[in-house]
C-alpha cells in the first residue's frame, strides 16, 4: 500500500458494492505467502515498517473485516497494535485499502497501523501467521450460512478452530458477535467443546474496551441496529493445552 502526499477524497460505497454471500470452499485466484517469513508487512504499514526487520508484527485480526468499521475504530485506540482486516470479496477489499489511504492522507501521521488484504481465511492463514502470533481475533457478523448443507462454510467449525487456536497466542481473545441466535448457539458450542478454548464471563469484559465498539462497529452491525435486530455477543480465551505436560 504505497503512500504519497496527495489528500485522497473518502471512496463511496456505492462504487464498490458486491453480493453480500461469497463461497470460501470454491477455488478464488489469490496470492498468499508460502511462510510468514515471506510477508511484505512493509508494504501494507509503510507508516511503521521500514522494511521487514522490523520486530513489529500484526498482533489483531478482523476476519471477515466488511468495509473496515472496526479497523477504524481500534486504530486510535490501539496505536501501538498493528490491525489488519481479512477479506474475501474483491470489489469490498479494494474499498477498505482505498478508505485507508484516504484515511492517512487527510490525518497525516494517524491510520498507519491498520491495513487489508484479500485473502481466504480459512484456507491460509498459518501462511500469513506465526504460531502464537495474534493477540485479538473477530468474527463480527460472519455469513450464518442458514442451508445445513452449507454449514461446513461457517468461518467457525471444529477443524478451523485449531487453526485459530494455532495463531493465537496464550490468553489471547477472540471475540464473536452475530444477530442470527442459531449462528451464536453453533459458536459458542464449537468454542466450549474446544479443549484450547475457555468462554469468558460477563464480568471478565467489564473491564474490556472493545467490547462497547463490536456492537455498531462494523456497517453490518449498524445494519442491524437501524432494524432494531438483536446482538448475541461471545468472547473466548485461549488457554494452555491441558494435555501437554511440562
Not at 37 to 43: D, I
Not at 96 to 105: M, P
Not at 182 to 189: A, F, P, Q
Amino acid at each position: 500500500m504505497s503512500e504519497s502526499n496527495e489528500v485522497l477524497p473518502l471512496p463511496q460505497k456505492r462504487y464498490y458494492r458486491q453480493r453480500a454471500h461469497s463461497n470460501p470452499i470454491a477455488d478464488h485466484s489469490f496470492e498468499y505467502p508460502k511462510h510468514p517469513n515471506f510477508m511484505k508487512w512493509s508494504v501494507h504499514y509503510p507508516g511503521v515498517l521500514e522494511d521487514e526487520s522490523c520486530a513489529k508484527k500484526v498482533e489483531f485480526l478482523d476476519v471477515g473485516c466488511g468495509y473496515g468499521g472496526l479497523l477504524v475504530t481500534l486504530s486510535p485506540m490501539f496505536p501501538e497494535n498493528l490491525i489488519l482486516g481479512l477479506e474475501i470479496r474483491v470489489k469490498v477489499s479494494d474499498y477498505v485499502v482505498d478508505r485507508i489511504k484516504a484515511l492517512r492522507s487527510q490525518n497525516p501521521g494517524e491510520y498507519q497501523n491498520i491495513a487489508c488484504l484479500r485473502t481466504n481465511a480459512m484456507k491460509y492463514l498459518p501462511n500469513y501467521f506465526k504460531k502464537g502470533q495474534l493477540k485479538k481475533i473477530f468474527f463480527l457478523y460472519p455469513d450464518p450460512h442458514f442451508k445445513k448443507a452449507k454449514h461446513k462454510w461457517r468461518v467457525i467449525n471444529q477443524c478451523l478452530l485449531a487453526e485459530y487456536a494455532y495463531v493465537l497466542g496464550i490468553n489471547g481473545i477472540v471475540y464473536t458477535i452475530t444477530d442470527v441466535k442459531d449462528l451464536h448457539d453453533w459458536m459458542v458450542k464449537h468454542f466450549t467443546e474446544h479443549p484450547l478454548f475457555e468462554r469468558l464471563t460477563s464480568e471478565d469484559l467489564d473491564t474490556d474496551i472493545i467490547i462497547e465498539k463490536l456492537y455498531a462497529s462494523s456497517e453490518e452491525g449498524q445494519k442491524v441496529s437501524r432494524n432494531n435486530g438483536d446482538k448475541f455477543l461471545a468472547v473466548f480465551r485461549r488457554i494452555e493445552d491441558p494435555y501437554v505436560n511440562d
